[in-house]
C-alpha cells in the first residue's frame, strides 16, 4: 500500500474544509433564495397545505405512539424512584417538566428528522435524478419556490405542532401509568404539575427549542436533497447524512439552548 | 445580436469546463432562427451540456451564449426564468412530474403562466395529446407509460406554451419504428408550421439527417464542422467522414484513453 506522504494528508484536510465551507455557503444561498427568494407561485398556499399533510400530518401517528410510550416510561421510572423518598406525588411534575422542557422538543426533532427529514432528501433527490427540477427551471418556474419553499414552510409549522402534541399524550399516558395503574391520587398529580409548569419557563422554552429544531432539520433535508449527487448512491449517502447531521444537530443545539434558558451565567 | 437577427442561438467563444477537463474550448455556434439544427458527435463530447448550455442551467467557464438577444450570463436569476418561457425541452428520460397524471404533466405549464380557464386549459391539452398521439392516456400516471411514451408526453408538455426555441434531448431512443417514424415528422412539422427554431441532439444519424436543415458536429471540445446534411456526408475530413459513415477506424477513437492493452493484461503496470 502506497504510503501516504504528511503534505497529502495536509491538503486533504484543507480540501475538506473547503468543502464543508463550501457547502455551508450554498446551502445559506440556498435557503435564503427560497425563503426571501422573489417571485411566488399564485397556488403557494395549495403547495404548503399539500406539504402540511405529506410533512405534519403522516408524522402523526409515529410521534403519538413515541409521546404516548415516553410519557408511560417516564411515570414508571420516576414512580420507582421517587416512591423511595415518599414523594410520589411529584410524579405529575416531573413527567410535565421532562417533556415540555427536553423530551418534546428532542425527541420529536429526532423522530422528524428520521421520518419527515429522510423523505424530503429521498423525494427531492429523486426528482433531481429524475431530472424533474431541471425541466421545472426550463418552464421558467423556479424550484426553489415551487419545490423547496413549501417543504420548509411546511416543516417549520409542523414541527413545533408536533412537539406540542408529543408532550401532550406523554403527559396523558404519565398520567395513565401513575394515577390509574400505580396509584398516584389524581389530585396530587395535577396539581403538583400546575403548580410547578409555568408558562415562560418551561412551556414557552420548549416551543423556542422545537422552532430552533423544525429549522434546522427541515433545511438540512431539503438543503441535502438538492445538493445531492444525482444517483441511486448519491441519493443514499444524502438520505443518511440528513439523519445524522439533523440528529446530531437537535442533540447539540439542544445543550446550547438549555444552557442558554436554564443554565445561570 | 437582437431578438429579430437571423440567429435564435448564439455561441460566442464559449469555454465550459468540469474540474480541469475542457468539455468546450473557445466555441462558436449559430443556431439559424426558424431552421431545424442538429448537434451531433460521438458519445461523451458534450451534446447534452451545449443544450444546458442554451437553457442556462450550466454557465460557461468564459464566451457568451446569446438567446434572442440576450447574453445568458448576464441575466439576474428572474430574468432567466422568464426567458426559459421561450424555450422548451424534451428531457431525455422525459422528466414528468411523478405526482401528476398525464393531463396535469401537460396543463402545468398552462397553469402556472397563464390564466387560462379551466375549458381552454383542457382543449389545448387534448390538442397537444392528440398530436403526440397520446390523447387517450390522459388519466395514466407516468409510472404506467413506456419510456417511448413518457418522452412523448413531455414533449406534448414541451410545446404547450407554443415556444420560439424548442430542444430536443435524444428524442428518437427507445422508440418503436411507428412512433420514430411519427416524431421525426413532428418535429419538422412543429418547426414549419409554427415557425419555432428546433435543435436536436441526437446519436440517430438517419432520422436525425432527414430533418435537420443545419448539423454541428462535435467532438474534442471543438465543433469538427458544420453544414447542411448533403454537405457533411460528402466531407473530405477525416473526422466528420468517419462519424458520418460510422467506421470504426478513423482519427476519432473508438476507446476510451487506456493504457497499453498487452500491459493491462499480463498485469505489468
Not at chain 1, 12 to 17: H, I, K, T, V
Not at chain 1, 95 to 116: D, I, K, M, Y
Not at chain 2, 82 to 102: E, H, I, N, W, Y
Request: aromatic fraction near 8%.
Amino acid at each position: 500500500m502506497r504510503k501516504t506522504s504528511s503534505l497529502e494528508r495536509l491538503r486533504r484536510l484543507g480540501a475538506a474544509g473547503i468543502d464543508v465551507v463550501g457547502s455551508l455557503g450554498r446551502s445559506t444561498i440556498f435557503l435564503l433564495r427560497a425563503v426571501f427568494g422573489r417571485g411566488g407561485l399564485g397556488n403557494g398556499f395549495n403547495l404548503l397545505v399539500k406539504q402540511l399533510f405529506f410533512v405534519g400530518v403522516l408524522s402523526l401517528p409515529i410521534i403519538v405512539v413515541a409521546g404516548l410510550f415516553i410519557g408511560m416510561v417516564l411515570a414508571l421510572q420516576g414512580y420507582n424512584i421517587l416512591v423511595d423518598y415518599g414523594s410520589e406525588q411529584a410524579v405529575g411534575q416531573m413527567v410535565a417538566l421532562t417533556l415540555l422542557r427536553e423530551l418534546g422538543p428532542v425527541v420529536t426533532g429526532l423522530l422528524f428528522a428520521g421520518r419527515a427529514g429522510s423523505a424530503l432528501t429521498a423525494e427531492i433527490g429523486n426528482m433531481k435524478s429524475t431530472e424533474q427540477l431541471s425541466s421545472l427551471e426550463m418552464i421558467g418556474v423556479d424550484p426553489l419556490k415551487y419545490i423547496i419553499a413549501p417543504r420548509l414552510w411546511a416543516g417549520f409549522i409542523s414541527m413545533p405542532l408536533l412537539a406540542a402534541i408529543f408532550s401532550v399524550v406523554g403527559i396523558w399516558g404519565g398520567a395513565m401509568v401513575a394515577v390509574d395503574w400505580l396509584g398516584v391520587y389524581d389530585g396530587s398529580f395535577w396539581a403538583n404539575m400546575q403548580n410547578s409548569v409555568e408558562f415562560g419557563e418551561d412551556v414557552l422554552n420548549g416551543m423556542i427549542k422545537s422552532v430552533v429544531f423544525a429549522f434546522v432539520v427541515t433545511w438540512i433535508a431539503v438543503f441535502q436533497g438538492y445538493d445531492c449527487d444525482p444517483t441511486s448512491e448519491g441519493i443514499s449517502r444524502a438520505t443518511t447524512r440528513t439523519v445524522v447531521y439533523a440528529s446530531l444537530a437537535v442533540l447539540g443545539l439542544d445543550f446550547i439552548l438549555t444552557a442558554l434558558m436554564f443554565g445561570d451565567f | 445580436m437582437s431578438s429579430e437577427s437571423e440567429n435564435a442561438v448564439e455561441l460566442r467563444g464559449v469555454t465550459f469546463k468540469r474540474g480541469s477537463r475542457a468539455i468546450f474550448e473557445n466555441v462558436d455556434i449559430q443556431i439559424p432562427r426558424g431552421k431545424v439544427t442538429a448537434i451531433m458527435g460521438p458519445s461523451g463530447c458534450g451534446k447534452t451540456t451545449l443544450l444546458r448550455l442554451i437553457g442556462a442551467q450550466l454557465m460557461p467557464s468564459s464566451g457568451g451564449v446569446w438567446v434572442n438577444g440576450m447574453n445568458l450570463p448576464e441575466l439576474s436569476r428572474s430574468e432567466l426564468f422568464d426567458m426559459r418561457k421561450q424555450m422548451g425541452v424534451l428531457f431525455q428520460s422525459g422528466a414528468l412530474f411523478t405526482d401528476l397524471d398525464v393531463f396535469e404533466n401537460v396543463a402545468f405549464p398552462l397553469r402556472v403562466h397563464t390564466k387560462l380557464p379551466e375549458e381552454m386549459i383542457r382543449d389545448i391539452v387534448l390538442m397537444k395529446l392528440q398530436a403526440v398521439g397520446l390523447r387517450g392516456a390522459i388519466e395514466l400516471m407516468p409510472d404506467e407509460l413506456s419510456g417511448g411514451m413518457k418522452r412523448r408526453v413531455a414533449l406534448a408538455r414541451a410545446i404547450a406554451l407554443d415556444p420560439q426555441i424548442l430542444m430536443y434531448d435524444e428524442p428518437f431512443v427507445g422508440q418503436d419504428p411507428i412512433a420514430m417514424g411519427v416524431l421525426v415528422r413532428m418535429i419538422r412539422l412543429l418547426n414549419d408550421a409554427l415557425g419555432i427554431t428546433s435543435i436536436v441532439v441526437s446519436h440517430d444519424l438517419a432520422e436525425t439527417a432527414s430533418i435537420a436543415d443545419f448539423i454541428y458536429v462535435v467532438g474534442d471540445a471543438k465543433v469538427l464542422g458544420f453544414g447542411t446534411p448533403e454537405e457533411l456526408m460528402n466531407s473530405e475530413d477525416p473526422q466528420i467522414h468517419q462519424f458520418m459513415k460510422g467506421t470504426p477506424d478513423g482519427p476519432v477513437p473508438f476507446h476510451f484513453p487506456a493504457p497499453d492493452y498487452r500491459t493491462d493484461l499480463l498485469g505489468q503496470g
